[in-house]
């Protein structure tokens, strides 16, 4: 089965349901279909061929939802590139993919008509919207409009073919495009779904990029599986956001810190009616404990899932709600159909309850990088079958003795000082404690006598009179002292990537 296969076995089984809400605008099943069949005839009749990378710059959008599943079906590769991305980045992307096509909105013309000029191996861009007076490139081409019947069109592809170039988002040096074939994707698709157990009758409130992993996935499972899928723009405000979740009903919410922390910001979210949430499930970057506690206590009928995984692989473990007592901090075990283990600096494998790096094996497992064989090799190495690899995540962890991962550091972001090492989520940790951080991240910054010293930015609630000193004097209480912060600096916010993650390596060059 390829990637888009469920999605349209499901559209010809439930042609009437509704599949998608964005908006004002609600779309059922065969409405879906049809769209995407004619756009995906349309990038054929664009010169769009097998193995070729189309670049989606698009909102999380009906448009976003056709023209993912018609580039699959065209036998091409998603590119998806964040609708916040600049031109430079644009630009970049389609020079390193030798794209082909883009599909775009209208509203992003300052974006990617700059990123056009540089672009010579592109042949198309499809543009939903009107399209600007200004654009006089004859490669760009209205998206094609509805019709009243559309065939389907019979992919070249085996599972083998790539299916999806994902950038990462760069927080060290130029981003790098992870291979995901259709195999990759399918199996990570099939374990995530059996611990998750979405199912048809679901409302998945989808307020995630769809531009990166996470909420690619989710897009593409719900749409699988028959669900129903509300696309969300409004993260920026959390109240709207509240406001869609309780009138669409919504079941299932993925979400990730920076998201649920806004939620929980709402000092009315008590009067929203949110009952009908059975599933919140959180990955990218950990939840703080004092985040877990908070959102169960808020959402006391909704299971949560805490996640580990990464662009190269989706998905690694996942904790069970009923763990999460037992076993705070935890990240769960591995999910099912893959092995992982760690192993220490000089690659050899260790038992439970030991520190290291993770390694993962499984069919989920991205081809490599994107024409980078020197920084493929950094992370897939051999593995126990001979012709095999598996993926050095570059992520420490330490496990319990029941084989229970709790995240330590990216194995880069250790701080050295006093002759110590700390771990940058250990102190993070401590400091979410407190009431009033909305948002912390540690690093080592130079030190002349310490090598390098501790140091924590942090972003409060509104009118909190909380004071650096207060911080170091709780840390001072509850962590060694060689882990509590030398210093502390409260910002108004912190760097993040595209995905929402924080960016440490800006704190610590600044």
Same mark, same amino acid.
């Given at each position: 089965m390829l990637l888009h296969d469920a999605f349209e076995h499901t559209a010809q089984r439930l042609p009437a349901k509704l599949a998608l809400v964005d908006g004002e605008q609600r779309v059922d099943y065969g409405q /879906? &279909?049809?769209?995407t069949r004619v756009l995906a005839r349309a990038l054929r009749e664009d010169g769009v061929a097998?193995?070729?990378?189309?670049? /989606? &710059?698009l909102e999380n959008s009906l448009e976003y939802a056709v023209a993912a599943h018609a580039v699959l079906m065209a036998g091409a590769v998603i590119v998806p590139i964040s609708p916040l991305a600049k031109t430079e980045k644009l630009?970049?992307?389609a020079a390193d993919t030798r794209a082909t096509a883009l599909l775009t909105h209208?509203?992003?013309?300052?974006?990617?008509?700059?990123?056009?000029?540089q672009a010579s191996h592109l042949v198309s861009c499809r543009v939903a919207g009107a399209l600007p007076a200004t654009v006089r490139d004859v490669r760009v081409r209205a998206w094609p409009g509805d019709e009243t019947a559309a065939t389907a069109i019979e992919s070249p592809c085996i599972d083998q073919d790539l299916a999806a170039l994902i950038y990462t988002s760069g927080t060290t040096g130029k981003p790098k495009g992870v291979m995901l074939t259709h195999l990759n994707m399918m199996s990570a698709w099939a374990s995530v779904q059996t611990y998750l157990r979405l199912r048809e009758d679901d409302v998945i409130g989808l307020a995630l990029p769809t531009a990166f992993s996470y909420g690619l996935y989710y897009l593409l499972m719900g749409l699988g599986l028959g669900a129903t899928v509300m696309l969300e723009r409004s993260v920026a405000f959390p109240l709207k956001l509240a406001e869609r979740l309780q009138r669409e009903r919504v079941t299932v919410f993925p979400g990730v810190p920076t998201l649920f922390a806004a939620l929980l910001g709402l000092p009315n979210l008590p009067e929203f009616d949110l009952g009908s949430l059975r599933l919140l499930t959180n990955a990218a970057a950990a939840l703080p404990e004092s985040h877990v506690h908070r959102l169960r206590a808020a959402l006391p009928q909704?299971?949560?899932?805490?996640?580990?995984?990464l662009t190269e692989c989706k998905r690694v473990s996942y904790l069970p709600p009923d763990q999460i007592d037992a076993r705070p901090g935890s990240v769960g075990r591995g999910m099912p159909n893959q092995e992982h283990w760690l192993v220490d600096e000089h690659g050899r494998r260790l038992p439970h309850g030991s520190t290291g790096e993770l390694v993962v094996r499984g069919s989920h497992v991205m081809r490599g990088y994107w024409e980078r064989p020197a920084e493929t090799d950094e992370r897939l190495k051999p593995g126990p079958i001979a012709g095999e690899r598996v993926l050095h995540t570059g992520d420490l962890f330490r496990s319990d003795e029941a084989g229970y991962l709790y995240f330590?550091?990216?194995?880069?972001?250790i701080i050295k000082t006093r002759g110590e090492k700390v771990a940058p989520r250990e102190v993070e940790s401590t400091i979410y404690q407190l009431a009033d951080v909305t948002g912390c991240a540690v690093v080592g910054v130079p030190d002349e006598a310490l090598g390098h010293a501790v140091k924590a930015y942090v972003t409060l609630q509104p009118g909190s009179r909380l004071a650096e000193r207060d911080i170091v004097r709780h840390c001072l209480a509850h962590l060694e002292n060689?882990?509590?912060p030398k210093y502390v600096q409260i910002v108004e916010e912190l760097p993040r990537t595209e995905s929402g993650k924080i960016r440490h390596a800006s704190l610590r060059r600044q």
């Open positions: /879906l &279909l049809l769209r097998r193995g070729d990378r189309v670049l /989606l &710059l630009a970049f992307i209208a509203i992003m013309a300052p974006v990617w008509g700059p990123a056009l000029e909704a299971q949560l899932f805490l996640m580990y995984g330590v550091s990216r194995r880069d972001d060689f882990m509590a």
